[in-house]
C-alpha cells in the first residue's frame, strides 16, 4: 500500500496544473499525503483490526479533517452514522490497495473491494472501480502477466481500454468519478515500465493527479514488486507517526 501512499504525495501539487511532460520532479517540497492516504490507512487499519470500513474511515477521517476530502464524503466523515450516497466518485478505487495486498483469493478481493465501497459509493460504477483495482493488483501479486490483467478488467468491468495514454492526453481533463479515472489509469499502468514510471504517466496525462497517482501506485508496487529506496524514504518521511504506524504494521502483517 505504500506504492499508492508515494503516489498521492507525489500527485499532490500537480492536481490543478494540467497535463506535463513526465520528466517533472518528484516529491516536490509541497508534496503532501492527502485524503488518498488518509483513507488508504483507514482501510487498512479495518483490514489489521478485523473492523467496520466505514467506522475506521470516520475515525481517521476525524483526526484528519482537512486531507482534501470531497464535499459529500466530507459530510459523510462528520455525520453520525450515515448511510451510502449512491457516489461513483474515485475515492473508492483510491483508498482501496489495501485489499489488493492482504487477501487471499480472488472472491474475497472482490467481495472485500464491494464491502469497502459500498459504505458510501454504492453506485455500481463506485463498486466497479474499487473490485477493478483490487482485482489488478491481487493478480499482479500472482505474477500474471499485463496481457492476463487487460483481458480480466476488460472482460470483468468492461472498461475501454483501446485509446494509448499520448491520445487520453489530448482529451483528458479533470474528471473525479470512477468512469473518468479508471480506464486513464490502467492505460498508464499497461504502458508503464517500472513503478516510477507508473506514477509519472499517471500523473503527466493530467486530471485527478494525487488519486491517479494512488490507484496506479498500488498496482505498480504489486506488479513491479520493488520501489526505490529514495521513494520510499521520502514518502514515509512526510507521514505522521500514527499513518506510518498502520503502514509498517500493515507490512509486516502482509510481508510487503
Known amino acids: 500500500m505504500i506504492g499508492a501512499i508515494a503516489g498521492d504525495i507525489i500527485g499532490s501539487v500537480y492536481e490543478f496544473s494540467g497535463s506535463r ?10 508534496a503532501v499525503f492527502t485524503d488518498d492516504t488518509v483513507m488508504t490507512v483507514a482501510i487498512a487499519e ?8 466505514a467506522d475506521s474511515m470516520r475515525k481517521w477521517g ?29 475515492g473508492s478505487a483510491m483508498r482501496v490497495s489495501p485489499v489488493g495486498f492482504a487477501f487471499n483469493t480472488e472472491k474475497e478481493v472482490l467481495e472485500e ?19 477493478s483495482t483490487a482485482l489488478a493488483i491481487w493478480l499482479a501479486r500472482q505474477g500474471v502477466g499485463k496481457d492476463v490483467i487487460r483481458k480480466e478488467i476488460v472482460g470483468r468491468f468492461q472498461y475501454d481500454l ?14 473525479e468519478t470512477c468512469q473518468g479515472t479508471m480506464p486513464v489509469c490502467f492505460v498508464a499502468f499497461f504502458e508503464s515500465i517500472s513503478y516510477e514510471d507508473a506514477i ?12 491517479q497517482g494512488a490507484i496506479v501506485g498500488g498496482i505498480a508496487q504489486a506488479f513491479y514488486k520493488t520501489i526505490p529506496g529514495e521513494i520510499l524514504r521520502r514518502s514515509k518521511e512526510r507521514l505522521t507517526p500514527d499513518l506510518l504506524a498502520v503502514l509498517d504494521r500493515f507490512n509486516e502483517e502482509f510481508s510487503l
Open 21 to 30: 511532460d513526465e520528466d517533472f520532479p518528484f516529491f516536490d517540497l509541497d
Open 46 to 53: 479495518a483490514i489489521l483490526n478485523g473492523g467496520d470500513y
Open 62 to 90: 476525524q483526526a484528519y479533517p482537512d486531507a482534501g476530502y470531497g464535499g459529500m464524503f466530507y459530510r459523510w466523515v462528520l455525520g453520525e452514522k450515515a448511510g451510502p450516497y449512491n457516489s461513483f466518485g474515485n
Open 113 to 131: 473491494a464491494k464491502r469497502s465501497a459500498e459504505c458510501t459509493h454504492n453506485h455500481p460504477e463506485g463498486i466497479k472501480g474499487a473490485q
Open 162 to 175: 483501446t485509446m494509448t495514454l499520448r491520445e487520453m492526453r489530448q482529451s483528458h481533463r479533470m474528471s
Open 200 to 211: 509519472r504517466k499517471a500523473i503527466a496525462v493530467g486530471g485527478d493527479m494525487d488519486t
